[in-house]
C-alpha cells in the first residue's frame, strides 16, 4: 500500500514540524504507512503535486477555501488542525485526522 503522504501547513513551518515529528514517532510505534512532513504556507503549495492530505494550523482555518481551491487537481484532501490537537502537539490525533480524511 502506498503511504499517506500528509503536509502541515503553518506559518514558518516551526511549530508544525514539533508536531509532525511526534505524528511520525507515533506512525512507526503503530506500524502505519504515513509520511508526514511541515512546511510553511507559501511552500506548501509546491507540495501540493506530491501529497495526499493537506492539514493547515489553527491559525490558517482562513486559507482553508483557498487550499481547497489549489489542492482539487491534485485530489489533496485539505483540512485544519484543531487547535486541541495543535496546542498539545497531539501526534495519534494528528493521524486520525490525516487517515479520516485520506
Given at each position: 500500500?502506498?503511504?499517506i503522504q500528509v503536509l502541515l501547513c503553518c506559518g514558518a513551518g516551526l511549530s508544525s514540524g514539533f508536531l509532525a515529528q511526534?505524528?511520525?514517532k507515533v506512525a512507526k510505534k503503530?506500524?502505519?504507512n504515513v509520511k508526514i512532513e511541515a512546511k510553511s504556507e507559501t511552500e506548501a503549495v509546491?507540495?501540493?503535486p506530491k501529497i495526499n492530505v493537506l492539514l493547515l494550523a489553527p491559525h490558517y482555518e482562513n486559507f482553508k477555501?483557498?487550499?481547497t481551491e489549489l489542492a482539487k487537481p491534485y485530489n489533496?484532501?485539505?483540512g485544519v488542525i484543531?487547535?486541541?490537537v495543535?496546542?498539545?502537539l497531539d501526534g495519534e490525533k494528528l493521524i486520525e485526522l490525516a487517515v479520516e480524511l485520506h
Open positions: 500500500m502506498e503511504p511526534g505524528a511520525r503503530k506500524g502505519l509546491l507540495y501540493l477555501a483557498k487550499f489533496v484532501a485539505v484543531p487547535q486541541k495543535y496546542g498539545s
